[in-house]
């Protein structure tokens, strides 16, 4: 028990499946208290028995981390419950596949609300307490995917990249305090995500081989308690990372648009055409080309002498 009275927790998010559920399984083994954040009430109960026969104690907490008063509300339940966040893992994530220009926007924001505000509001206002404490931290659940720009998934892409940026950001502002903030980047991993919009369909994933969530939670949970900055969990996805760090992005971009399209994809300039038979099937543009330069311009750009 901490000196005001309250308990220690581990406060997960998205536990309700995959990788936070996996989480919150790995930290019921040491006895902890785990606090599962997820918005239905059936799958919260059942990993709450999961926790329990792990040797864990589970408090449920159902939430939708996208309403205006989230963190508040996650704060004012963890003082009812006379509870303090000692491990914050920020593991609820949204997925979106499509080209963007074409797609509702509103579905996209929400990418960028879940995996990218919510993450920064909760672990901001969870962390003083833990730098008052000297102790305890923040896991969150970043992705290879936020090493690259991804053409068909821009904003999920864009967004694991503004977890991976804060995340080793605070790392470096907290070190001094005792608290450790820890991004965890996997690849594909077997879970309810990649079965979202047909993305296990798409051919990034099946030439990918996938780690199990347990896999992915182990390593997490290993490498925060060993204070690394970043994890990369598996063999596949240290590879995977290493080739993304090394290619150049004229190679990767396409080779990535490639991997992630989906055929059916209507085209955003408006004709109705699918992409890949209308603006998608024209050859690449330079512009403004040399063809169309006024000759006026042309001449002058001629005269001029390097600098
Ligand atoms: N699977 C992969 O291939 C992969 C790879 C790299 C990184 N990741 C990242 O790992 C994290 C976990 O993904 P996962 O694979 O475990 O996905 P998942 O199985 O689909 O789980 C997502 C979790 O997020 C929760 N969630 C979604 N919207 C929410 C909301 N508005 N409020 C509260 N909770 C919400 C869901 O709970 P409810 O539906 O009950 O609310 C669920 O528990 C994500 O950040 C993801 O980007 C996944």
Redesign the pocket.
Known sequence: MSQNGLRPAVVV?????????AMAKVAARERRIVVL????PE?LDLVAGEVREQGGEPVVLN????AQDATRRVQDFLLEQRLVCDILVN?????FQGLSASNPVDAQLAVID??ARALVELSLALIPAMVARRGGGVIN?????GMIPGPQMAVYYAS?SFVASFSQALYQELRPTGVTVTCAV????E????E?RGIKQLPIFTSLP?LS?EEVAESAWQGFKKGRRLVVPGLASKIAAAAISIMPLRFALPLIDALQRRNNDKCPCGSGKKFRNCCGSAPRRRWPSKSVLPKSRKRAGDQASPS
């Open positions: 998010t998205g536990a309700t499946s995959g990788i936070g559920r954040i997820g918005r239905s799958r939430l939708d981390l996208l593991s609820a994530g949204l997925g879940l995996n659940l970043g992705s290879v995917a694991k996997p690849g594909p991993v879970t309810e995500f990649l979202g996938a969530a």
